[in-house]
């Protein structure tokens, strides 16, 4: 089991849902309340030290329920290895977790598109406004549901 | 009466300096800067969303179109994406064959940058030698493809089409004679007092704060952050090459000018290295032989029933990968480029994220110009060498 799935194994129990690993590599999916002690916890001990946020993905998984979710790519320069951090929101109707810019600065713009594109919030960002759509846009264009060829 | 207050200024969204349609909203003090906010998205041509619609084949060309200088790494990694997923190992040839390409557009994409970081700082005359050996690269893409920016030769299981007869000639000329047109662009900047004044503490970026900042590549490496992903997690055969990464110490817009410059230098290693080892491998041994991504033989297709059903099946359905999800960076010019992939097993992808290293590197604008001039604004967007089609994709 690769360092990242123990620590969490050890700190937050109740958290981890499934392990899985898949072609190499880790996915962690955990319940979406404590994410930031999580990134915290992953970022600052000694044996992950993921200090670094690849990237945040917002996911639909549009007709399954609960349907949204977030991906978060981590990557250790320490030991030279990834892990995916999945987490699934409960609500389906306004989707939202906490925001771990906290942890990692460049959060900030991840957390703003995924909010554009997806309508996930991210309770406690410091400037939670679209980034790729102009302001006045209706509807998150990468939510399954919002067609193609716009509305 | 004495009056204080701010001004906003818009840098753009068309200004000759922001390489593409980027709007940064200044608030001013003078011609100190307060504060930044770079407005994206002018180029957002949803990408992301077009791709949950087509089949993985037809995803290619848009990948291409990300990162419009370095249009074949991209295509690189979506690529290495779906053979990770797919489980396939692609045959020796073809994978020296992607990495000279890759080495030679990572020349390409950097003397896009040096030419017009130069020129954005009043340094005219790189920006003419620069473009000069760029021609050169754009040629070889049009060998083996036909076309120049995005020649999209690469195809998920290897390439389009083995190098045709006169490229490697042309490609060892071209290897033999960079280092030498690289001295002029040092002899041009590198000592040059205005360049120097220009860059020189300008932009400065620490260690932790470029990690916290999620900076790869080069601007990670300026910075002093020793990791290459080609180096330490090497994909397509890179553990057998050898390169040296450039580190700098100050992490200032000089800094990352001399990493870039040597890493160009670096890359023609690579490359010249990659033409001798395409000397000892099968020529035409480019695609996997894997029935789930390539065609069959076209004498399996005529004479028998099982390679008929499978050229069918590949042109009418696609690719269709199993279940899962995978998340494949490479180094890209600009930094990390990665693809995460969601596969539900249809020939379409569930959803595909791109992680685009512009767009990363510019959310530290503001970190970056606070406090500084309005004048450094323009040597900060140079140095970060962003491309708003990556950026906004």
Redesign the interface.
């Known amino acids: 089991m690769s360092q990242a799935a123990e620590l969490l194994q050890e700190k937050f129990p109740e958290e981890v849902v499934e392990v899985t690993e ?2 190499g ?1 880790t ?1 962690i999916v955990v319940k979406p309340g404590r994410i930031v002690d999580i990134c915290k916890a992953l970022r600052d001990d000694n044996r992950t030290s993921y ?5 945040i ?1 917002g ?2 998984y549009l007709p399954q329920s609960p349907r949204f979710g977030v ?1 978060y ?1 981590l990557y250790s ?1 320490k030991n ?1 290895n ?1 892990v ?1 951090l999945k987490t699934l929101l409960t609500d389906d109707a306004s989707p939202a977790i906490d925001s771990v810019v906290p942890v ?3 959060a ?2 991840h957390e703003r598109e995924a909010y554009d ?1 997806m309508g996930i919030r991210f309770r406690g960002h410091p400037d939670l406004r679209r ?4 302001n006045d846009w209706v509807g998150h ?2 939510r399954k549901d919002y067609p ?1 060829r716009g509305k | 009466m004495k009056r204080t207050e701010t001004m906003l200024l818009n840098l753009g969204p068309s200004h000759p300096s922001t390489h593409g349609v980027l709007r940064v909203l200044l608030e001013l003090d003078g011609e100190l800067i307060l504060r930044a906010d770079p407005d ?2 002018y180029l ?1 041509r ?1 990408i ?3 791709c949950e ?1 087509r089949t993985y084949h037809r995803c290619m060309p848009l990948m291409n179109r990300l990162d419009y200088l370095a249009g074949e790494v991209n295509l690189f990694g979506f690529c290495l994406a779906m053979e ?2 797919l ?1 396939i190992e692609v045959p020796k040839r073809a994978q020296y064959i992607r990495v000279m390409l890759a080495e030679l557009t990572r020349i390409a994409s950097h003397l896009f940058w040096l030419g017009t970081h130069g020129h954005d700082l009043g340094a005219m005359t790189p920006l003419f030698y620069a473009f000069r050996e760029r021609e050169k690269i754009m040629d070889l893409c049009e060998m083996v493809s036909g076309a120049r920016m995005f020649p999209l030769y690469f195809r998920i299981g290897g390439l389009a089409a083995d190098l045709p007869e006169a490229f490697i000639p042309a490609a060892w000329e071209f290897v033999k004679s960079f280092p030498e047109k690289h001295q002029d662009y040092h002899s041009l900047l590198t000592k040059n007092e205005i360049w120097i004044e220009r860059t020189k503490d300008v932009g400065v970026m620490t260690a932790d704060e470029a ?4 900076w ?1 590549g080069p601007m990670a490496r300026g910075s002093g ?1 020793n ?1 290459d992903l080609r180096r ?2 090497p994909y397509s055969s890179y553990e057998e090459f050898d390169f040296v990464v450039p580190l700098g110490k100050n992490g200032d817009t000089y800094d990352r000018y001399l990493v870039r410059m040597e890493e160009m230098l670096q890359a023609n290693r690579i490359v010249r290295q990659a033409l001798e080892k395409l000397a000892d491998t099968p020529p035409g041994d480019i695609k996997a032989k894997d029935s789930r991504v390539s065609l069959p033989p076209k004498d399996a297709v005529y004479n028998d029933i099982a390679g008929l059903i499978n050229h069918f099946k590949l042109i009418q359905e696609g690719i269709t990968p199993p279940v ?4 494949q ?1 490479i180094e890209a010019p600009k930094g ?1 480029m ?1 693809f ?1 992939i ?1 596969s539900d097993g249809s020939p379409q992808p569930f ?1 595909l ?1 791109i ?1 685009g290293p512009s ?2 590197n510019l ?2 604008m503001d ?1 970056l110009a606070r406090g500084r001039l309005l004048a450094d604004s323009i040597a900060l967007i140079g140095t970060m060498d962003i491309v708003l089609a990556d950026v ?1 994709r």
């Open positions: 898949f072609r590599e996915t200090r670094y946020l690849s990237m993905a996911l639909d991906a790519n320069h030279k990834r995916t990692w600065s460049t900030n713009w594109m980034i790729l759509m102009p264009p990468q193609l | 994206i998205g957002h949803g992301e969303k077009m619609y990770k997923l489980g990690l916290d900042w999620g790869s952050i990791w330490d997690n899962g999800e995978v998340y960076c990390e990665g995460y969601v959803r994220k992680r767009f990363i959310s530290a970190k906004d």
